[in-house]
């Protein structure tokens, strides 16, 4: 069966400070990864997804990247985040194939101060 | 542009009666729609779906009920219970270069007892 992993679960960075969110998947081959930041109060954003290794596309201007070094695994970056950086990331992956739904992760708190 | 919506940021439903969840969307594109459930401090799970061939999807004590003309559709649950209090997601998939997920706001449920 399949398992997501992200860590760490939760997170307290001053402003300024890098990020590095890790995600890894197991029990599959070639999934579509994707990260998600879900803010106070507000629904499922999408950041950046992934269709194979080293490809990135990103939804939203802003000052976190993303990387795919293998196959199973998604981290997402900040050089030096911003109070705005705050919220719920979300890491989630599915089969490239259509109508398959996407499955999540536990998710990462991160409050930036 | 939100492309799905739903409307009502919370809800309030006794134990044993219907809950019943709304979620509209305005790309007369999208023919397939998902449902995720969501607790605190965790990832959402994928609860049901429903394809635009279908006007209804059942499972369990849950129910989707599509209406295209109206790009409306609706979450159904009954009899509800305490476990279902969390935030429901209603998504739709689009498909540029892989299958993303847009998502509603979300609507958080709460089943008194």
């Known amino acids: 069966s399949q398992t997501i992993h992200q860590w760490p679960a939760t997170l307290v960075q001053p402003v300024g400070s890098p990020l590095s969110l890790e995600c890894t998947v197991e029990?599959?081959?070639?999934?579509?990864l994707y990260w998600y930041r879900q803010a106070a109060g507000r629904g499922l954003q999408l950041l950046f997804y992934?269709?194979?290794?080293?490809?990135i596309s990103s939804e939203v201007p802003q000052n976190l990247s993303a990387s795919r070094p293998q196959d199973r695994q998604f981290i997402l970056s900040s050089k030096k985040l911003l109070l705005s950086d705050s919220g719920f990331y979300l890491c989630?992956?599915?089969?490239?194939?259509?109508?398959?739904?996407?499955?999540f992760g536990p998710g990462t708190r991160l409050t930036v101060l | 542009d939100q492309q799905v919506k739903q409307n009502s940021p919370s809800l309030s439903v006794q134990e044993g009666r219907i809950s019943i969840l709304n979620c509209d969307y305005t790309?007369?594109?999208?023919?397939?729609f998902l449902w995720y459930k969501k607790y605190p401090a965790e990832g959402p799970t994928f609860l049901i779906s429903?394809?635009?061939?279908?006007d209804k999807n059942e499972d369990g004590r849950f129910t989707v009920f599509l209406n295209k003309s109206a790009k409306h559709l609706s979450l159904h649950i009954v009899p509800s219970q305490p476990g279902d209090s969390a935030v429901y997601f209603c998504?739709?998939?689009?498909?540029?270069?892989?299958?993303?997920?847009?998502f509603g706001q979300g609507t958080r449920l709460t089943i008194n007892p």
């Open positions: 790309n007369s594109m999208f023919d397939y």
């Open positions: 998504a739709a998939p689009t498909f540029q270069g892989a299958q993303k997920l847009v």
């Open positions: 989630a992956w599915s089969l490239g194939t259509s109508y398959n739904e996407q499955f």
């Open positions: 029990g599959t081959s070639n999934p579509n």
């Open positions: 992934s269709v194979g290794i080293g490809q």
């Open positions: 429903i394809s635009s061939i279908k």
